[in-house]
Nanobody, 115 residues
Framework: QVQLVESGGGLVQPGGSLRLSCAASRVIFRIITMGWYRQAPGKQRELVAIITSSGSTNYADSVKGRFTISRDNAKNTVDLQMNSLKPDDTAVYYC?????????WGQGTQVTVSS
């Protein structure tokens, strides 16, 4: 069973930066996409950023220009660099890996943007 482990969440002031990282417990073959989702209290889970095996990326409009997703195919890791953070970015952030063998989710890491 594959486990995704996220790290890097925490409390940051508006305008600050955080970097989230996600690592798989074992190699995942035939990955289609790796990505980050988030869920704020009382809201549905939403896509933040996604990256394909070829490196193509897609971002939610609300984070374009502020967040950058990257991946290391050899290590099966995916990172999310978050800059210029806003209070509206406060949420639990989840790592996701979609492969031909199945879809996997991390347990989530809390990001709180507050002064």
């Amino acid at each position: 069973q594959v486990q995704l482990v996220e790290s890097g969440g925490g409390l940051v002031q508006p305008g600050g930066s955080l970097r989230l990282s996600c690592a798989a417990s074992r190699v995942i073959f035939r990955i289609i996409t790796m990505g980050w989702y988030r869920q704020a209290p009382g809201k549905q889970r939403e896509l933040v950023a996604i990256i394909t095996s070829s490196g193509s990326t897609n971002y939610a409009d609300s984070v374009k220009g502020r967040f950058t997703i990257s991946r290391d195919n050899a290590k099966n890791t995916v990172d999310l660099q978050m800059n210029s953070l806003k209070p509206d970015d406060t949420a639990v952030y989840y790592c996701n890996v979609n492969s031909l063998g199945g879809e996997y989710w991390g347990q989530g890491t809390q990001v709180t943007v507050s002064s």
